[in-house]
């Protein structure tokens, strides 16, 4: 069997989440089918996405990596201006689509690639929903698309474009009970093949953390942060959480941030920041800390919260995050916040308390080796693809909608459809499915709201009443009157014979004829009211001169 493995980025020293989730699962499932990674040649700058590596083929720990060209570098005020618009304001089909191609990477090439050579492979992985590849990639190849989506609760989830990805791809293998739930939530993709996988990592066979101490000359406790350091990681609330809660103590715990810095790191006695560390130095910190902290907002696994408890230490983890909570719980082997007194009494819990901190450790270890030990997730990708290829595709890729739906704004914003999304941790049993949660529309319709609105159905009337309206063509006559003998069968004309229509005529009857030499019909077909007729002597009946 042979399987492609298609990325945004791919190399050994790439350190994202998704990234490096993709080269830890393309180098695991070698041992078991063949391998290759198709990606594009964008390298560190994840913000531009710009050409940093040559296109063509290249072997990274002995997998064959194939990279494209990335046609435009991402401009950041043109995708800021889609993002804007997508997000939080109603709009069409077509402008989802230019902001999938603002963000970036956009390869053509790549996709194409994908399209020419659909038969060299039994399957492809596309890792991260959200990016150019994947959304083209998965409609080009769905009868044998898999999508790890890493989807997080942010705006993007809520877009129309995706739903049909989800319920149209062969499989998804989800990182956690919650990014499952967000996304059955929003796709109804409960049909498709999936489960919860997420992912193990390479963590040492022994790790010194007093060799961490004595090279970078730490004597201190302290706690630990590492990944991206910046806005949407939390880390500024970290900041302000941890400068507070150090100026009640005299003698307190120090904190160590290892990461690449976009925002400004505070000049603080007891903030270390180390920038970006080797593996081996990484894993000898984690090994000297007394915890992990993880103040992300948005999190569709958290890569090295597992690490923290595959080596035996607790984490710390901010409760606005479903994700962080929920793995806390289901391990018990990590504690939550959501403000700052919260964050200080649980800091200090463990901080005082090596009782807890080394049962939280226990169970940190015993988490990852139950869910998150290689053999168990290769396991659950081996038997993945040997049921799917012992399955045929059930399903179609739903097509896009055409030209003139495209460019009808009937969309909700983004924003608003993932607010209806099911929220908090998943706990085993707990009905995921929200009480209110209205369906979003097929992506080539518009929204409920917007939709014209069937007629209503005409009130009931009696079988007397229909015949005699059909009879004289002016509509249901007042209760106890009948219609005054005469040679055409019609009431006498005059005020007193002509029935007063209080209500409009229920839609589905007969349209009025136009009386003879009269101009009542002509009235009615234009919605205007039947005009008076002067009395022009002798008791007409109605179709005489004189009607005005």
Same mark, same amino acid.
């Given at each position: 069997?042979?399987?492609?493995?298609?990325?945004?980025?791919?190399?050994?020293?790439?350190? #994202?989440?998704?990234?490096?989730?993709?080269?830890?699962? =393309?180098?695991?499932?070698?041992?078991?089918?063949?391998?290759?990674?198709?990606?594009?040649?964008?390298?560190?700058?994840?913000? $531009?996405?710009? %050409?940093?590596?040559?296109?063509?083929?290249?072997?990274?720990?002995?997998?064959?990596?194939?990279?494209?060209?990335?046609?435009?570098?991402?401009?950041?005020?043109?995708? /800021?201006?889609?993002?804007?618009?997508?997000?939080?304001?109603?709009?069409?089909?077509?402008?989802?689509?230019?902001?999938?191609?603002?963000?970036?990477?956009?390869?053509?090439?790549?996709?194409?690639?994908?399209?020419?050579?659909?038969?060299?492979?039994?399957?492809?992985?596309?890792?991260?929903?959200?990016?150019?590849?994947?959304?083209?990639?998965?409609? =080009?190849?769905? @009868?044998?698309?898999? +999508?790890?989506?890493?989807?997080?609760?942010?705006?993007?989830? !809520?877009?129309?474009?995706?739903?049909?990805?989800?319920?149209?791809?062969?499989?998804?293998?989800?990182?956690?009970?919650?990014?499952?739930?967000?996304?059955?939530?929003?796709?109804?993709?409960?049909?498709?093949?999936?489960?919860?996988?997420?992912?193990?990592?390479?963590?040492?066979?022994?790790?010194?953390?007093?060799?961490?101490?004595?090279?970078?000359?730490?004597?201190?406790?302290? =706690?630990?942060?590492?990944?991206?350091?910046?806005?949407?990681?939390?880390?500024?609330? +970290?900041?302000?959480?941890?400068?507070?809660?150090?100026?009640?103590?005299?003698?307190?715990?120090?904190?160590? +941030?290892?990461?690449?810095?976009?925002?400004?790191? &505070?000049?603080? &006695?007891?903030?270390?920041?180390?920038?970006?560390?080797?593996?081996?130095?990484?894993?000898?910190?984690?090994?000297?800390?007394?915890?992990?902290?993880?103040?992300?907002?948005?999190?569709?696994?958290?890569?090295? /919260?597992?690490?923290?408890?595959?080596?035996?230490?607790?984490?710390?983890?901010?409760?606005?995050?479903?994700?962080?909570?929920?793995?806390?719980?289901?391990?018990?082997?990590?504690?939550?916040?959501?403000?700052?007194?919260?964050?200080?009494?649980?800091?200090?819990?463990?901080?005082? !308390?090596?009782?807890?901190?080394?049962?939280?450790?226990?169970?940190?270890?015993?988490?990852?080796?139950?869910?998150?030990?290689?053999?168990?997730?290769?396991?659950?990708?081996?038997?993945?693809?040997?049921?799917?290829?012992?399955?045929?595709?059930?399903?179609?890729?739903?097509?896009?909608?055409?030209?003139?739906?495209?460019?009808?704004?009937?969309?909700?914003?983004?924003? @608003?459809?993932?607010?209806?999304?099911?929220?908090?941790?998943?706990?085993?049993?707990?009905?995921?499915?929200?009480?209110?949660?209205?369906?979003?529309?097929?992506?080539?319709? &518009?929204?409920?709201?917007?939709?014209?609105?069937?007629?209503?159905?005409?009130?009931?009337?009696?079988?007397?009443?229909?015949?005699?309206?059909?009879?004289?063509?002016?509509?249901?006559? &007042?209760?106890?009157?009948?219609?005054?003998?005469?040679?055409?069968?019609?009431?006498?004309?005059?005020?007193?014979?002509?029935?007063?229509?209080?209500?409009?005529?229920?839609?589905?009857?007969?349209?009025?004829?136009?009386?003879?030499?009269?101009?009542? !019909?002509?009235? %009615?077909?234009?919605? #205007?009211?039947?005009?008076?007729?002067?009395?022009?002597?002798?008791?007409?009946?109605?179709?005489? $001169?004189?009607?005005?």
């Amino acid at each position: 069997m042979k399987v492609a493995v298609v990325v945004q980025r791919y190399g050994a020293d790439i350190n #994202g989440g998704a990234e490096q989730h993709a080269r830890y699962v =393309a180098e695991h499932l070698a041992k078991h089918v063949q391998v290759e990674v198709l990606t594009t040649c964008a390298h560190r700058d994840y913000i $531009s996405w710009k %050409n940093e590596l040559p296109a063509g083929l290249e072997v990274v720990n002995g997998i064959p990596v194939h990279r494209f060209p990335v046609a435009v570098e991402r401009d950041p005020i043109e995708f /800021a201006k889609w993002s804007a618009k997508v997000f939080t304001q109603s709009h069409s089909l077509r402008d989802e689509l230019a902001w999938l191609d603002a963000e970036g990477p956009t390869s053509p090439a790549l996709v194409d690639h994908i399209k020419a050579h659909e038969a060299d492979y039994d399957f492809f992985i596309f890792f991260s929903f959200r990016y150019h590849h994947s959304f083209h990639g998965c409609r =080009a190849v769905a @009868s044998k698309a898999i +999508l790890v989506p890493t989807a997080e609760r942010d705006g993007a989830l !809520g877009l129309g474009i995706f739903p049909p990805v989800f319920r149209g791809i062969r499989a998804v293998m989800y990182n956690s009970f919650e990014e499952r739930a967000l996304i059955q939530g929003v796709a109804n993709n409960q049909s498709v093949p999936g489960v919860v996988v997420g992912v193990g990592s390479e963590i040492p066979e022994r790790s010194n953390g007093g060799r961490f101490r004595q090279k970078f000359e730490m004597r201190d406790r302290f =706690a630990i942060y590492v990944g991206r350091i910046d806005a949407n990681k939390g880390c500024l609330e +970290l900041f302000e959480f941890f400068e507070h809660y150090s100026a009640s103590l005299v003698d307190g715990m120090h904190l160590v +941030l290892v990461g690449t810095p976009h925002v400004p790191i &505070p000049k603080h &006695p007891r903030i270390h920041h180390l920038g970006f560390l080797e593996d081996q130095d990484k894993y000898d910190a984690m090994a000297a800390a007394e915890l992990l902290i993880m103040p992300s907002y948005l999190e569709s696994l958290s890569m090295v /919260a597992l690490e923290a408890w595959a080596m035996g230490k607790p984490v710390l983890a901010n409760a606005k995050c479903d994700v962080l909570q929920g793995q806390c719980i289901r391990s018990n082997a990590g504690l939550f916040y959501d403000n700052f007194h919260e964050f200080a009494e649980t800091l200090r819990a463990i901080d005082s !308390g090596p009782s807890l901190q080394a049962a939280l450790g226990r169970n940190g270890r015993a988490f990852f080796e139950r869910n998150y030990a290689w053999p168990v997730i290769e396991k659950k990708y081996v038997d993945m693809l040997e049921q799917l290829s012992k399955e045929t595709p059930a399903r179609t890729m739903e097509p896009m909608p055409g030209w003139f739906t495209r460019r009808r704004r009937s969309l909700p914003s983004a924003d @608003s459809i993932v607010k209806q999304l099911p929220n908090g941790p998943y706990r085993e049993g707990r009905n995921q499915k929200p009480e209110v949660r209205s369906e979003r529309p097929a992506v080539s319709q &518009p929204p409920v709201q917007n939709r014209p609105q069937p007629p209503e159905r005409p009130q009931f009337q009696p079988r007397d009443q229909r015949r005699d309206q059909r009879r004289d063509h002016r509509g249901p006559r &007042p209760e106890g009157r009948r219609p005054a003998d005469s040679a055409q069968g019609r009431p006498a004309a005059g005020p007193q014979s002509r029935p007063k229509q209080d209500s409009p005529r229920p839609q589905g009857e007969p349209q009025a004829l136009r009386p003879e030499g009269g101009n009542r !019909g002509r009235d %009615n077909r234009r919605g #205007g009211r039947p005009q008076r007729r002067r009395r022009s002597g002798g008791g007409g009946n109605g179709g005489g $001169s004189g009607a005005k």
